[in-house]
């Protein structure tokens, strides 16, 4: 009976073993497409730029004065604490407003600005949060608790 049962549970074994590789199989077999060989390479090459895709850069933020700017090229330099930083401006930013030896804060990601505020602004934007969380009201101590008469 021993050897039954030992025999069973290895057979179960090997079984589930299978059913996994064969599932792994499948996972692998469905991005395949059925479309002849020439769209084959096109798929190898945008599988690459998804997996680029997901991996976002993260946005850097730069506070200084701005040095260089062409509003017609898009382009600009800002001076921040440690070295000047070359940009080109994004599709929603607009240069017009700025010009050379302004002070702002740029949000950029690979060279590209995403955001450029004055720098006074940036400013007072920080500082009203922190004016609205100051005036909280302290709670009044409790009174102190009341003796009762003493009987004579």
Known sequence: MKKLFALFV???FALSLATMAVAAEEKKAAPAPAAPAKAEPAKKEAAPAKKEAVKKPKA????????ALDAAAGTLTVKGKKEPVSLKAGEKVK???FKVGDKVTVTYSEGVA????????AAKKEA?????????KEAAPA??????AEKK
């Open 10 to 12: 290895a057979v179960a």
């Open 114 to 121: 995403t955001k450029i505020v004055a720098a006074k602004k």
């Open 60 to 67: 850097q933020v730069v506070t200084g004065t701005i040095e």
């Open 95 to 97: 240069l017009d407003a």
């Open 143 to 148: 009174p102190a608790p009341v003796k009762p």
């Open 128 to 136: 009203a949060p922190k004016k609205e969380a100051a005036p909280k």
